[in-house]
């Protein structure tokens, strides 16, 4: 088990999201005395007889003043057992866009639901997204349980078209909890709560301290070696005249001095002589792991390229993607953007939208016109110089992207590599079968 576990939270609007990650952080006691003494007389000021522990982490001004979380914001808490960084993302549907930066690098997403509203569009959307995105394991967090008249009967149906709804998005059934909490009174949260009788599984914590995850949160295949050049290192000193290093991060598989290792997309091969970083050599380098390659040949070898393993996928120049649109004008095809692949940056076309994920009824609509702000499509792409991708479902890493705006650098688009659709149930949920919002 990983001492590490990445998460992230999501959900609607107003379902208890910043009380809950401010309940964390105090029950863990991750908060200075002097930052709960503040919150303590903010809460006083506003005529609240319990500290308003949300404000720990809405820091924006126009989050305090909106009662709204706008920005993504990393927190940092621990237990004896575990150690968390945590993306607070944005429940607004404007935000949309945060919530898919938050994710993309979780290995849990804990999603809310406010107990008085149950499964609502929004939760849908994010449940959806977080499909697309492959995050491993969820919590289903039933948020304000003490506001309804019958707690148990309301937590057993939300659960159950929950699990209903995930299932059809792919996840096994062990791979989701349902927790019954109150993030304003700490039931269930670090502590369990004797107003859940009906309740017998694990308090969030318990849950956060135990779920097995995977270490390399991007990698669910091995797929070898995948090195994305940054950074060509010729210092042309006297003391280093010759020295020829390539600083990037592994995105997959490891390296070790010796090592076989194809450019792509030359496809030239060699073998690695060295492996450098500001703290000495190293014996060998893991995923996520910054280094420096110094190569046995003097080969052409420049930003963008991929160093890889022996059998890494032909480099592709079109290919099919899933994407989620980001931006307030629509995508149309044919459109000339920028495409970013690690660290290479391209001109692409999109060709044909081939269909729009419909997240509500869990169905698809061929060959849109559009793609809107938000939306869900898988698409063609051709790209001016080939890429060295892995199927998204393969890596993380190496299958993301984004589109960019060629005019004015703002991101557009977030993107996977492949079908991403693929292991939704399309069809599963009829137009009249719709959940109401």
Same mark, same amino acid.
């Given at each position: 088990?990983?001492?590490?576990?990445? $998460?992230?939270?999501?959900?609607?609007? *107003?379902?208890?999201?910043?009380?809950?990650?401010?309940?964390?952080?105090?029950? %863990?006691?991750?908060? $200075?005395?002097?930052?709960?003494?503040?919150?303590?007389?903010?809460? !006083?000021?506003?005529?609240?007889?319990?500290?308003?522990?949300?404000?720990?982490?809405?820091?924006?001004?126009?989050?305090?003043?909106?009662?709204?979380?706008?920005?993504?914001?990393?927190?940092?808490?621990? /237990? #004896?057992?575990?150690?968390?960084?945590?993306? *607070?993302?944005?429940?607004?549907?404007?935000? %949309?866009?945060?919530?898919?930066?938050?994710?993309?690098?979780?290995?849990?997403?804990?999603?809310?639901?406010?107990?008085?509203?149950? !499964?609502?569009?929004?939760?849908?959307?994010?449940?959806?997204?977080?499909?697309?995105? @492959?995050?491993?394991?969820?919590?289903?967090? !039933?948020?304000?349980?003490?506001?309804?008249?019958?707690?148990?009967?309301?937590?057993?149906?939300?659960?159950?078209?929950?699990?209903?709804?995930?299932?059809?998005? @792919?996840?096994?059934?062990? *791979?989701?909890? =349902?927790? #019954?909490?109150?993030? $304003?009174?700490?039931?269930? !949260?670090?502590?369990?709560?004797?107003?859940?009788?009906?309740?017998?599984?694990?308090?969030?914590?318990?849950?956060?301290?135990?779920?097995?995850?995977?270490?390399?949160?991007?990698?669910?295949?091995?797929?070898?070696?995948?090195?994305?050049?940054?950074?060509?290192?010729?210092?042309?000193?006297?003391?280093?005249?010759?020295?020829?290093?390539?600083?990037?991060?592994?995105?997959?598989?490891?390296?070790?001095?010796?090592? &076989?290792?194809?450019?792509?997309?030359? =496809?030239?091969?060699?073998?690695? &002589?060295?492996?450098? %970083?500001?703290?000495? +050599?190293?014996?060998?380098?893991?995923?996520?792991?910054?280094?420096?390659?110094?190569?046995?040949?003097?080969?052409?070898?420049?930003?963008? *390229?991929?160093?890889?393993?022996?059998?890494?996928?032909?480099?592709?120049?079109?290919?099919?993607? /899933?994407?989620?649109?980001?931006?307030?004008?629509?995508?149309?095809?044919?459109?000339? $953007?920028?495409?970013?692949?690690?660290?290479?940056?391209?001109?692409?076309?999109?060709?044909?939208? +081939?269909?729009?994920?419909?997240?509500?009824?869990?169905?698809?609509?061929?060959?849109? &016109?559009?793609?809107?702000?938000?939306?869900?499509?898988?698409?063609?792409?051709?790209?001016?110089?080939?890429?060295?991708?892995?199927?998204?479902?393969?890596?993380?890493?190496?299958?993301?992207?984004?589109?960019?705006?060629?005019?004015?650098?703002?991101?557009?688009?977030?993107?996977?590599?492949?079908?991403?659709?693929?292991?939704?149930?399309?069809? +599963?949920?009829?137009?009249?079968?719709?959940?109401?919002?």
């Amino acid at each position: 088990m990983s001492d590490l576990l990445r $998460l992230a939270t999501a959900g609607s609007v *107003d379902d208890g999201k910043s009380t809950l990650v401010g309940r964390l952080l105090y029950d %863990t006691k991750s908060v $200075l005395a002097d930052q709960i003494d503040a919150v303590t007389r903010a809460s !006083v000021d506003r005529g609240l007889d319990t500290p308003d522990l949300s404000l720990l982490v809405d820091g924006l001004r126009a989050e305090r003043e909106q009662g709204i979380t706008i920005d993504v914001a990393y927190r940092y808490f621990a /237990t #004896p057992k575990r150690s968390f960084v945590l993306a *607070d993302t944005p429940g607004h549907v404007q935000y %949309t866009r945060n919530t898919v930066s938050g994710a993309s690098t979780a290995q849990l997403v804990v999603l809310l639901v406010d107990a008085r509203k149950g !499964v609502i569009e929004q939760t849908r959307k994010h449940a959806a997204v977080l499909a697309l995105l @492959g995050v491993p394991k969820l919590v289903l967090a !039933v948020n304000k349980i003490d506001l309804v008249e019958d707690p148990a009967q309301v937590f057993a149906d939300i659960r159950d078209e929950f699990n209903s709804l995930t299932r059809s998005l @792919g996840w096994a059934p062990e *791979d989701v909890q =349902g927790i #019954p909490v109150s993030a $304003l009174h700490g039931d269930n !949260v670090a502590t369990r709560s004797e107003n859940t009788p009906y309740y017998d599984g694990p308090t969030l914590i318990e849950h956060l301290e135990s779920v097995p995850v995977d270490a390399d949160v991007h990698g669910r295949h091995d797929v070898g070696l995948r090195f994305a050049v940054q950074y060509v290192i010729r210092p042309r000193t006297a003391e280093f005249p010759d020295y020829r290093g390539y600083a990037g991060q592994i995105g997959a598989g490891s390296v070790r001095p010796g090592d &076989e290792v194809v450019i792509l997309p030359s =496809g030239i091969r060699t073998t690695v &002589e060295r492996i450098d %970083t500001a703290d000495g +050599e190293l014996d060998v380098a893991h995923a996520g792991r910054s280094v420096t390659l110094i190569l046995a040949d003097d080969v052409d070898v420049s930003r963008g *390229d991929v160093i890889a393993a022996p059998g890494a996928p032909e480099p592709i120049g079109e290919f099919e993607a /899933t994407v989620c649109w980001l931006a307030e004008k629509p995508l149309r095809p044919g459109a000339r $953007l920028l495409l970013k692949h690690g660290t290479r940056t391209t001109q692409a076309i999109v060709g044909a939208l +081939e269909e729009r994920f419909d997240e509500q009824n869990l169905t698809s609509v061929p060959n849109p &016109e559009s793609l809107e702000l938000n939306e869900i499509a898988r698409i063609s792409v051709r790209v001016a110089e080939p890429i060295a991708a892995d199927d998204y479902k393969i890596n993380r890493r190496t299958g993301s992207f984004l589109l960019i705006d060629p005019a004015g650098g703002n991101t557009l688009a977030a993107g996977l590599v492949g079908n991403g659709l693929s292991d939704i149930e399309l069809g +599963e949920i009829g137009a009249g079968d719709r959940v109401p919002a």
